[in-house]
C-alpha cells in the first residue's frame, strides 16, 4: 500500500521535480517506509512506499522496466502475482526481485492498456511509456484505491489524495456548490466529481490514457446486472464457499505481520474464520466497541474469537473520541460525515500496533442484500400496484406537514419510486429538508441540479436486467459503497499506515455472487440468506442468527455532551455565517432537533459540523498550510516511524 502523485506535460513544458516531491511528502502517512521521484523532461512519477510485498530495494518505485523505457508508480496489490510470476519468466520476460509491481511493466509490454484484464487486486497507478510519450492512471474496478487528477488543458496532474494537489499553486481551490449540495445530501461527495472544481476522482474499474491529444476516460469492467435463475441453493453455497475462500487465501500474501478486523458480524467473521482455516498461526483479531452496550459489539467479536482461537485485541472508543475531528477531516480530504469514521480509525490505529495488513468484512452488504434498507424496500414497493398518478396525489397532503412527522414522511414516500424512496432513505438531508439549510445564494446556484440524477441512471442500468429492488445492491456498490465505505476505510486506515484488504470484494468472487438469484440473497426478510448459509458449519449458531448492526457512533447519545458544544461551537461561529453556504434559521432549527437522543437530527448536525469543519481546515488557511492537519505535524505511526526515510 502506498501514496503516488506525479505531473505529465502532455503538449509543453517540464516537470518540477521539487514540487512533486514535496507533494509525495503530504501523503507520507501512506507510505513511510521509502521513496523516490523519477522525473524526466515532461513527466515526473512519485513514491511513498508502504513496504508489503517483497521490502527489499527490489521493490523500490517508482519502478522501470528492464530498459528504462516503462517506468510506474504502483499503489495496492496484486493477488494473483505468484500465479503470473512463472507465467513472465516462462515468456522470457527477465525479473528483478518478487515485488508485484513488476506484473504491470511486463504485461504493458505484452499487452498495452488491456494489461488490467490480468490484474486481480486492489490498485491505483500510473504507468508511463517512455517511447509512446503515454501515460496511463488506472483504478481497481470497485475503488478500493483511490485517484484524483487535473487536467488545465496542456498537463495532467494526479495523486492518491487530494491534499497533495492542493500543493500545486495552479490546481484550482474553487469549491464546486453542486458537491456542497452532494454533500447534505449523501454525506460524501459521488464520483467522478470532487469537492473542488477542476478536480475529478478517476472512477472505479476506469483508465485515463494521455498522450498529446490529451486525456481520455474509458471504462475497462462492468459488474455484471443478469442473474442466473437456474443457479439453485445448494449450489450457491458450495461455489460461494470456495470462491471466497480462495479470495481469502490469495490475501495472506504478505511479507509483513497480518491480521483481521472482527465485529462480530457476519462478514467479517466469516472471512476470520477462513483465514484460520487457512493459517497455521492463529489469526490476530482487532475489535472496537462503546461504553455504550446498545452500540457495542464486542461481546459478539469476543464469542466469534473464542469459537475460532484467535489471538484477539479489544479497545473501548469513548466520547472524546471527537477530538479526533480535526485530524478526520484533514485526512479525509473532502467533506465526509459517515460517524462510523471515528471507530474505524481507532481499530486501524490499534491494529498498526501489531500488524501491517489487516482484512476486513467490507462489501458483504451490498452484495449479498444486507441492509433493513432493502426488505424495507419490498415491503413499501407493495403499493405500487396503484398508478403512480394516484400515489403522488395520495401524498400531496404530506407537503402540509412537518418533515419529522412520521405519517407525513409515509404518505411522502407513497408517491416515490423505489429507487427514489431508497435514496430518501439513504440521505442525510433529502430534498426537501436540504433546501431548507441552503443559504438562498447556494439554492439559486443549484436550482438545476438533482443530486439524484446520477444514481438514478445507475439503477436504471441493473433494472432493465433484474427488478426495481434486486438493482438496489447495484446501485449501493457503485456509489455508496465506492464513494463512502471505501473511501472511508482507506483514509482512516492510512493515517496509521496500515493496509486493510477486503476478500468480499474480489471481483471475481462478486462476479458469481452478482449472478445469484435476489431470493438467494434476500430470503423472507432473512438477509445475507446465502452468505450466512455459507458461514453456517464455520461459525457459532448465535452469530448467524444475529441482525444487522452498523459501525456506528452513538451520536444521539453523545448529543448534548461534547458533540452538542461542538456543534454550536462550529455552526453559530462567525465564518460558518460569513461563507454564506447555510441558512443560519435552517441550522438553528436542525440544532433545536426533536431532542437529544433523535438519530436523524443527530445525523444532520453532525453533516452540518463536518462540512464547517471541513471549510475551515481547507479553505481558512493558506494552501501551503494544507500539508499538515490542524492538530500539529502528522507523526508517523510509531510502529514505522523509525524506519522512514525522507
Known amino acids: 500500500m502506498c501514496g503516488i502523485n506525479g505531473v505529465f506535460h502532455y503538449r509543453e513544458g517540464q516537470a518540477d521535480r521539487e514540487l512533486v516531491r514535496r507533494q509525495a511528502h503530504v501523503q507520507r502517512h501512506r507510505g513511510p517506509d521509502d521513496w523516490d521521484v523519477w522525473c524526466e523532461g515532461p513527466v515526473a512519477l512519485a513514491q511513498r512506499r508502504l513496504a508489503i510485498v517483497d521490502l527489499s530495494q527490489a521493490g523500490h518505485q517508482p519502478m522501470p522496466n528492464e530498459d528504462g523505457t516503462v517506468w510506474v508508480t504502483f499503489n495496492g ?102 458537491s456542497v449540495s452532494d454533500f447534505l445530501t449523501y454525506q460524501y461527495v459521488p464520483s467522478p466529481q470532487s469537492i473542488f472544481r477542476g478536480v475529478r476522482k478517476l472512477p472505479p474499474a476506469h483508465r485515463l490514457i494521455c498522450d ?103 479497545l473501548v472508543v469513548r466520547p472524546r473520541a471527537l477530538e479526533l475531528m480535526p485530524r478526520l477531516v484533514w485526512g479525509l480530504d473532502e467533506p465526509f460525515s459517515d460517524a462510523s469514521m471515528i471507530p474505524t480509525f481507532h481499530v486501524a490505529e490499534m491494529a498498526r500496533h501489531h500488524v501491517t495488513v489487516a482484512l476486513s468484512g467490507d462489501g458483504g452488504d451490498e452484495a449479498f442484500a444486507g441492509y433493513v434498507t432493502y426488505p424495507w424496500a419490498r415491503r413499501y414497493a407493495k403499493l405500487d400496484f396503484i398508478p403512480q398518478a394516484l400515489r403522488q396525489l395520495a401524498a400531496a397532503p404530506a407537503a402540509l406537514l412537518s418533515n419529522d412527522d412520521s405519517i407525513g414522511r409515509k404518505l411522502h414516500r407513497m408517491g416515490l419510486s423505489v429507487v427514489d424512496r431508497h435514496l430518501e ?126 459501525f456506528g457512533v452513538p451520536l444521539e447519545r453523545w448529543f448534548g455532551d461534547d458533540f452538542g458544544r461542538l456543534a454550536r461551537e462550529v455552526l453559530l461561529d462567525r ?41 475551515q481546515t481547507w479553505l481558512d488557511r493558506p494552501r501551503e498550510s494544507l500539508a499538515e492537519p490542524t492538530d500539529g505535524p502528522l507523526p508517523l505511526h510509531e510502529a514505522v516511524a523509525a524506519d522512514a526515510k525522507d
Not at 260 to 283: E, K, N, R, T, Y
Open 77 to 178: 496489490e496484486l493477488y494473483n502475482w505468484p500465479e503470473v510470476k512463472p507465467q513472465l519468466v516462462a515468456r522470457g520476460h527477465r525479473l528483478r526481485g518478487n515485488s508485484d509491481t513488476e506484473m504491470l511493466l511486463h504485461l504493458w509490454e505484452e499487452k498495452g492498456p488491456e494489461l488490467l484484464g490480468d490484474l486481480r487486486g486492489m490498485f491505483a497507478f500510473a504507468l508511463y511509456d517512455r517511447t509512446q510519450r503515454r501515460l496511463m492512471l488506472a483504478r481497481d474496478r470497485l475503488g478500493k484505491k483511490p485517484l484524483f487528477y487535473h487536467d488545465d488543458g496542456k498537463r495532467l496532474v494526479f495523486a492518491s489524495e487530494l491534499k497533495t494537489l492542493m500543493l500545486d499553486p495552479s490546481v484550482p481551490r474553487e469549491v464546486d456548490p453542486q
Open 212 to 314: 498529446e491529444r490529451g486525456p481520455r476516460v474509458e471504462r475497462y469492467w462492468s459488474l455484471p446486472v443478469t442473474a442466473d435463475p437456474g443457479i439453485g441453493p445448494e449450489e450457491a453455497i458450495a461455489r460461494l464457499r470456495e470462491l471466497l475462500a480462495e479470495a481469502v487465501r490469495i490475501r495472506l500474501m504478505s511479507d509483513v505481520p497480518l491480521g483481521a478486523f472482527l465485529s462480530g458480524g457476519i462478514d467479517s467473521s466469516i472471512v476470520v474464520a477462513l483465514m484460520a482455516q487457512a493459517s497455521s498461526a492463529p489469526v490476530k483479531t482487532f475489535s472496537i466497541g462503546f461504553e455504550d452496550q446498545d452500540f457495542s459489539e464486542l461481546q459478539h467479536a469476543g464469542r466469534v474469537a473464542k469459537h475460532l482461537g484467535t489471538d484477539h485485541h479489544e
Open 425 to 550: 432513505a439513504m440521505s442525510h438531508f433529502p430534498p426537501r429538508e436540504r433546501v431548507a439549510v441552503l443559504s438562498r445564494a447556494l439554492r439559486e446556484s443549484t436550482s438545476r441540479h438533482d443530486p439524484y440524477a446520477a444514481a438514478r441512471a445507475v439503477h436504471a442500468r441493473a433494472k432493465q436486467a433484474v427488478g426495481d429492488i434486486p438493482a438496489l445492491l447495484y446501485l449501493d456498490a457503485m456509489t455508496y459503497m465506492t464513494d463512502d465505505v471505501l473511501v472511508k476505510v482507506d483514509r482512516t486506515s492510512m493515517l496509521s499506515s496500515l493496509e486493510v484488504r477486503a476478500p468480499l470484494l474480489d471481483h471475481v468472487f462478486l462476479e458469481y455472487v452478482a449472478r445469484l438469484p435476489f431470493d438467494l440473497k434476500l430470503r423472507g426478510d432473512v438477509t445475507k440468506w446465502a452468505l450466512k448459509e455459507t458461514a453456517r458449519t464455520l461459525l457459532p449458531p448465535e452469530i448467524l442468527a444475529r441482525g444487522k448492526q452498523g
Open 575 to 615: 465564518r460558518c455565517r460569513e461563507r454564506g453556504w447555510l441558512d443560519p434559521a435552517g441550522v438553528e432549527k436542525v440544532l433545536a432537533g426533536k431532542g437529544a437522543r433523535d438519530d436523524k437530527h443527530a445525523r444532520q448536525v453532525f453533516t452540518l459540523v463536518c462540512l464547517e469543519l471541513w471549510a
